[in-house]
């Protein structure tokens, strides 16, 4: 069984930063696509972020230039850097890990964002 599990989450003043982070056993992750996906309450679940399986990267357009997602294969860890964070920004932020025809999420961290 594959089972992301995030951290980095937590509570930060707007214009400052985290650095998320996911790591997952049972898997390679050099030979999958991943993404950081994030709830606000009230709302739907969007994408934030996301890494091919070469690399490719994208982003929402509301995080462009201000999120960064990177993956380190030897480690098996997927990031999201995020810089100039804004109030809106605040969610519980998932990581999703794409394996054949199966999605595979973590638990979610929590990340506030105060004004």
């Known amino acids: 069984q594959v089972h992301p599990v995030e951290s980095g989450g937590g509570l930060v003043q707007a214009g400052g930063s985290l650095r998320l982070s996911c790591a997952a056993s049972g898997i390679t992750f050099s030979g999958n696509a991943m993404g950081w996906y994030r ?3 009230g709302k739907q679940r ?8 070469g690399g490719g990267t ?3 357009d509301s995080v462009q230039g201000r999120f960064t997602i990177s993956r380190d294969n030897a480690k098996n860890t997927v990031a999201l850097q995020m810089n100039s ?6 969610a519980v932020y998932y990581c999703k890990i794409v394996r054949g ?3 595979y999420w973590g638990q979610g961290t929590q990340v506030t964002v105060s004004s």
């Open 58 to 60: 994208n982003y929402a």
């Open 39 to 41: 709830q606000a309450p």
């Open 101 to 103: 025809y199966s999605d």
């Open 85 to 90: 964070l804004k109030p809106e920004d605040t």
């Open 46 to 53: 969007e994408l934030v972020a996301g890494i091919s399986r």
